[in-house]
């Protein structure tokens, strides 16, 4: 059955080291939605890996398909698959020819955007060019990878993108779109690249009895229509994007992953956020610093209202924690299991107006004692009862069941239940 990895909170729930873990099982690790927004680092005996586009999958050798909904930065492809050559011999990545790609103007649209916001407007995106990229995935004006098989043909729609967007861009003091400049990196892309490229049909038929992993990017509660607009991503991260953003017609089941606490980077509701020492302290002890933008993550307590909202949505079958030992040595731990006393099935999570209203009272919370050190662990059974019963409170509330709980970053501490 193929499966796919989904992370259910803001992003950075750690899919990155659990798709490592589980590719081992796999012939094929895709990603169908995001572009370079992502980040995972992936930390396999002394070696990190940084990833933003590729599978984490391609650290074991695995063939790895970047599909359809996926939004390409050409020039932030060419580095990381550089880089992964110099780790890896040889790594097998197929790029769906229908891939929408994210262009130089892109970027400069991301941070007019992002300028013309003020304050708590200000979504704080990743100024990579997604939202512009899918703006003009849906506008039809996108670049697709399969156009560059015809320069002279992306030369004219250049043409009329410039006249679009040019007023725009010298009006807030971005440089023109430069067609020559534009046309000469898609030639040298193309010439070092090209030969990644496939049609979907071609990846129905190599992998048509193989089994696969989807690989989610961010989180579901950045999920463009399910998530607190407008402090999303631009694309759809639920897994029944899956569907459309491979290409690829088939069934999985999903493994939702998420964090023993909660955090997120850039503005948006967050009930559940911590503004004290506590807060301090788990950013540090969590390393929560963004891959992508090295910004601080805020921190607080798991939502397990918004978890179980994130289960429904993306139908999860199974769960995996992550970051556990990041609690390890607090004195008590929070869980907050309702908004104002209301359940999950009385919110709306996609209205930032009414999210941003909520205050958390002391009944929406239970506390939990802590742990204590649990790196030396090596089976689920021997972890300390404080643990697992943290762990079943989750499980009862979410009904659906753990199978991974995951201690530390190294591919060794994880722990199957
Ligand atoms: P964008 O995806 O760059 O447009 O950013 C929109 C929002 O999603 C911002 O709050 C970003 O911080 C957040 N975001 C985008 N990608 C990730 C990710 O991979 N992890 C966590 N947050 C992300
Ligand atoms: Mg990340």
Not at 124 to 132: E, F, L, M
Not at 176 to 182: F, H, R, S, T, V
Not at 244 to 263: H, N, P, R, V, W
Request: charged fraction near 25%; proline fraction near 3%; aromatic fraction near 10%.
């Amino acid at each position: 059955m193929h499966k796919a990895v989904i992370g259910l909170q803001w992003g950075d729930e750690g899919k990155g080291k659990i798709v490592d873990y589980l590719s081992e099982d796999f012939d094929l690790v895709a990603r169908y939605q995001g572009g370079n927004n992502a980040g995972h680092t992936v930390i396999v005996e002394n070696t990190t890996y940084k990833l933003n586009l590729i599978p984490s999958g391609v650290i074991r050798g695995k063939p790895c398909f970047l599909g359809q909904g996926v939004v390409l930065d050409p020039e932030h492809f060419l580095n990381e698959y550089d880089q992964i050559c110099q780790k890896i011999s040889n790594p097998k990545i197929y790029l769906s020819s229908n891939i929408s790609l994210i262009l130089k103007y892109h970027k400069h649209l991301d941070k007019i955007n992002e300028s013309l916001l003020t304050g708590e407007n200000k979504i704080g995106t990743t100024a990579k060019g997604i939202g512009p990229a899918y703006q003009d995935k849906v506008g039809r004006k996108s670049i697709k990878l399969y156009d560059l098989k015809n320069l002279s043909y992306v030369e004219e729609k250049l043409k009329i993108i410039k006249k679009f967007y040019d007023p725009t861009l010298i009006h807030f003091g971005e440089e023109p779109i430069n067609i020559k400049e534009c046309i000469d990196f898609l030639r040298t892309f193309t010439s070092k690249i090209g030969n990644l490229i496939i049609d979907n049909s071609l990846i129905k038929n190599e992998f048509s009895l193989k089994s696969i992993l989807f690989e989610g990017a961010q989180g579901a509660l950045l999920d463009l229509d399910h998530g607190s607009y407008p402090y999303v991503t631009s694309s759809n991260t639920v897994s029944s994007n899956i569907v459309i953003g491979s290409g690829l017609q088939l069934d999985y089941k999903t493994i939702g992953i998420f964090k023993a606490y909660a955090t997120r980077v850039g503005n948006g509701p967050f009930p559940t956020e911590l503004f004290d020492s506590i807060g301090d302290y788990i950013a540090d002890k969590g390393v929560e610093i963004g891959t992508v933008t090295k910004r601080k993550r805020r921190c607080g307590w798991l939502d397990l209202v918004s978890l179980k909202y994130s289960c429904q949505i993306n139908r999860v079958s199974e769960l995996c924690i992550t970051k556990v030992d990041v609690l390890n040595d607090l004195k008590e731990i929070k869980v907050c299991k309702s908004y104002q006393l209301k359940k999950y099935e009385d919110i709306n999570f996609s209205d930032s107006n009414y999210l941003n209203t909520i205050q958390l009272l002391e009944d929406d919370y239970d506390i939990f004692p802590s742990w204590g050190d649990i790196s030396e662990f090596k089976s689920y059974n021997e972890l300390p009862d404080n643990l697992k019963n943290y762990i079943t409170f989750i499980e009862n509330y979410l009904e659906v069941p753990v199978t991974i709980v995951s201690l530390g970053p190294e591919r060794n501490q994880t722990l199957l239940k």
